[in-house]
């Protein structure tokens, strides 16, 4: 069974920094697709930010230019730094993973930018 460990939110302010990670383990499948979705106060989930296994990459436009997705195969560790935090940005940030066979969502991490 996949679990995701995702850590790194907290409450930052306007114009700030936060780094999040996700740690991916229990699975002996290939992974393809490691990202971030996020869901703000009374919104639906949306996708922030994906990396596939090629480290080909897609953004929400309203993170581009502020957001960077990476990742660490060798860990299966996912990470997004977050700069210029605007108050918008506050959610809850959900790490996604997807295999051959499989997909699974963390816990979920808040994020809060105060203004």
């Known amino acids: 069974q996949v679990q995701l460990v995702e850590s790194g939110g907290g409450l930052v302010q306007t114009g700030g920094s936060l780094r999040l990670s996700c740690a991916v383990s229990?699975?002996?499948?290939?992974?393809?697709?490691m990202g971030w979705y996020r869901q703000p106060p009374g919104k639906q989930r949306e996708l922030v930010a994906i990396?596939?296994?090629?480290?080909?990459?897609t953004y929400a436009d309203s993170v581009k230019g502020r957001f960077t997705i990476s990742r660490d195969s060798a860990k299966n560790t996912v990470y997004l730094q977050m700069n210029s935090l605007r108050p918008e940005d506050t959610a809850v940030y959900y790490c996604?993973?997807?295999?051959?066979?499989?997909?699974?969502w963390g816990q979920g991490t808040q994020v809060t930018v105060s203004s």
């Open positions: 996604y993973t997807q295999g051959f066979s499989y997909s699974a």
């Open positions: 229990g699975s002996t499948v290939r992974i393809i697709v």
């Open positions: 990396i596939n296994s090629d480290s080909r990459t």
